[in-house]
């Protein structure tokens, strides 16, 4: 084995004698008037409030599908009562067409009123006044 260093001493200061104080530490200043902080609040009644407003929102979107759907509803139905109206309107146009034609104001009036076709028909010329 080897033999063992001798270990370093360290040199030694002088002893010295401390620093004078210049006095008692001044203490920091604080602001004037501090305000007490508010106690703090639980956060479930923040939690809460979000649910709550969110609720509400989404109540309001239910509410504007539901009258969106109703009136998606009655347009249809307005739709179909649209077509059905001019359904009927065809069928009475095609009805007073028939009615009118001058073949059956002929056959109607020999039929029922027992009118005949003229057989001479004889005009006058009208002379018109002197002023």
Do not use: C, F, H
């Not at 009644?45 to 979107?61: F, H, M, P, Q, S």
């Not at 146009?93 to 009118?100: E, I, N, Q, V, W």
């Amino acid at each position: 084995m080897a033999a063992a260093a001798p270990a370093r001493a360290r040199p030694r200061r002088a002893a010295t004698a401390p620093a004078p104080s210049p006095g008692p530490r001044p203490r920091p200043q604080r602001s004037p008037a501090r305000r007490p902080r508010p106690a703090a609040r639980p956060r479930i009644a923040g939690g809460v409030l979000w649910i709550v407003v969110l609720a509400v929102l989404l109540a309001g979107i239910v509410a504007v599908n539901v009258a969106a759907l109703r009136l998606n509803l009655e347009s249809q139905e307005l739709e179909q009562r649209r077509q059905d109206l001019q359904a009927e309107n065809a069928t009475t146009a095609s009805k007073l067409s028939s009615l009118g034609a001058a073949s059956r104001v002929e056959m109607t009036a020999r039929d029922r009123l027992g009118l005949v076709d003229a057989v001479g028909a004889s005009y006058v010329k009208a002379r018109r006044p002197k002023r």
